[in-house]
């Protein structure tokens, strides 16, 4: 039973990471209607930055962390600005093999720099375990997930309650009422990715405190993925859930496939297993709106 309960908390850390990084995924789509999938390598970028910013300039690791959160936010204008205005009122399609362009660019780019040889940040927080419920969790495991749940609370109350986040839930329900309204919607798509970015970035520090950095970091996108459907791509509230389920089903996954079966690796394709099912049964994912078309 101890065996599981790890794999229970693993599962939650790793799923609040999920859950940031499918908010990337959710904000973008409701603002844009376009699945980005260059997240898993706007999740890279933002590890490699910090960890060069801390290790290469010697800065200390909270001020090379906000650095890197403005380094994202820079990213995000450029890319909506250089890229993917240019591209407002063709097709979805296009968008959406643009971003897949955007992931190679953005993944040579590290590769160009760094290397793909894996990187491992300094210690941050100690490592002594701390013993939660008779089971042994590192300080950053702890850290990681209230992190995440920090972040969810904030990005929760500011789309709920600030001015900007209101115009962007009215941009995401209806594009051209809401420009009629007075919303610049550029403006709108801007903040998206913005923030896509900025949780990205927050997601690739915390992976990289927890198990070091590499240039397939960029993966993560397509694991997320699951996560994002499972949820709904267009609910934040599915995006926070989404993630943490995902996490914890593919690390029980992989604890009992190695268990009783000595198959070891299941975790990798644990999920889209998942996705699968989830597709079977619930289309539009636990918490997603339904479209119906009438012909």
């Not at 009122?89 to 971003?99: C, F, L």
Request: glycine fraction near 10%; aromatic fraction near 12%; charge should be neutral.
């Amino acid at each position: 039973m101890e065996y599981y309960l790890q794999l229970v908390i693993n599962g939650l850390v790793v799923g609040g990471i999920y859950s940031l990084v499918a908010l990337g995924f959710v904000v973008i789509y409701k603002a844009t209607k376009v699945v980005n999938f260059a997240q898993g390598e706007l999740v890279m970028a933002g590890a490699y930055v910090c960890f060069a910013l801390t290790v290469e300039f010697s800065i200390p690791f909270l001020w090379a962390f906000l650095l890197t959160l403005a380094f994202s936010v820079l990213l995000g204008l450029a890319i909506e600005r250089v890229v993917l205005r240019p591209l407002i009122g063709e097709e979805h399609i296009s968008v959406i093999m643009v971003t897949v362009g955007m992931s190679s660019v953005l993944k040579s780019l590290v590769q160009l720099f760094w290397g793909t040889q894996i990187r491992v940040y300094p210690p941050v927080l100690p490592s002594e375990p701390v013993v939660i419920a008779g089971l042994p969790v590192a300080p950053v495991y702890l850290a990681a997930f209230a992190l995440s749940a920090v972040l969810f609370a904030v990005f929760s109350v500011f789309f709920k309650y600030s001015r900007t986040g209101i115009a962007m839930r009215a941009t995401a329900f209806d594009q051209q009422a809401a420009q009629s309204m007075g919303i610049g919607i550029k403006n709108i798509f801007a903040m998206s990715w913005c923030i896509a970015c900025v949780v990205s970035a927050v997601g690739g520090v915390i992976l990289g405190n927890i198990n070091g950095i590499n240039a397939h970091l960029g993966h993560l996108g397509l694991k997320v993925f699951p996560a994002v459907i499972l949820g709904g791509l267009d609910s934040l509230l599915g995006a926070a859930l989404g993630g943490l389920i995902i996490g914890v089903l593919e690390n029980l996954c992989d604890g009992a496939a190695r268990q009783f079966f000595g198959l070891g690796g299941f975790r990798e394709v644990a999920a889209f297993i998942i996705l699968v099912v989830i597709l079977m049964i619930k289309p539009y994912g636990l918490f997603g709106t339904k479209e119906i078309e009438r012909v």
